[in-house]
């Protein structure tokens, strides 16, 4: 039976992720082709970044009374402060401030700032539209975390239905470290947006453009498809 231990024993264990973890040997007894699942989740459960920030989380909503942002346009006032000072570089406290505001990750943090701020957790989603039967599509909506890198996986048209799919997952790549992708899915979005008559190689560009977190829309694989012309992206 495996050992239910946190990786990093000076980092105090969330008690709910510890109860999952102590669910997991049951559940691999009950899902024995599951191997690799059980093992990424329980590396995911005992991970110190993830319990640092449950403990956050838990403080967060521990503190009495609403905390409510000053703004939730940040990103634009530092666009606006960005555009007033930049033509005076040769004050050494300006030039320092534009370094600041260019820098990705302060970027990165003042548009979750805002996001937050506004509320905006989740993509917007249409509603499933419930049953009409056992032919009803079924939807996946996968976020993935790309650093400028392809997403690991080789795409191609099905001549059958003119669909985008994954023909193939490359091991290692960001598509292969998540899970949640497939041989045969069909992607329909990229980032809300419909990738419908596009071809491969514009799918392609369009990805690579993409850094941080990439939202796709699938429709999971039923059956194994065949494919000869693929493209990596």
Same mark, same amino acid.
């Given at each position: ?197 596009? &071809? ?8 690579? &453009? ?24």
């Amino acid at each position: 039976m495996p050992v239910n231990l946190p990786l990093f024993p000076h980092v105090k264990i969330d008690t709910d992720a510890q109860k999952l973890l102590v669910a997991l040997p049951t559940l691999e007894s009950r899902l024995p082709n599951k191997e690799p699942e059980i093992h990424y989740l329980r590396r995911f459960l005992r991970n110190r970044n993830l319990h640092l920030i449950l403990r956050i989380y838990r403080q967060f909503r521990s503190q009495q009374g609403s905390k409510k942002p000053a703004a939730n346009f940040a990103v634009s006032q530092a666009a606006d402060v960005f555009c007033e000072i930049r033509y005076r570089i040769e004050d050494p406290k300006v030039h320092e401030l534009l370094g600041i505001l260019s820098k990705p990750h302060v970027q990165a943090l003042l548009f979750c700032h805002d996001k937050i701020a506004c509320e905006d957790y989740e993509p917007k989603i249409d509603p499933v539209p419930f049953g009409s039967g056992e032919d009803e599509t079924i939807i996946k909506i996968v976020r993935l975390i790309k650093n400028n890198e392809p997403l690991g996986a080789t795409i191609y048209i099905n001549e059958h239905t003119g669909c985008v799919e994954i023909a193939r997952i490359l091991h290692g790549g960001a598509a292969h470290r998540s899970g949640l992708l497939n041989t045969g899915d069909e992607i329909h979005e990229i980032n809300g947006e419909s990738i419908k008559g596009l &071809e491969p190689d514009r799918i392609v560009e369009i990805l690579s &453009e993409v850094s941080g977190s990439v939202t796709l829309k699938l429709v999971p694989c039923m059956k194994t498809n065949v494919c000869r012309k693929t493209k990596v992206i």
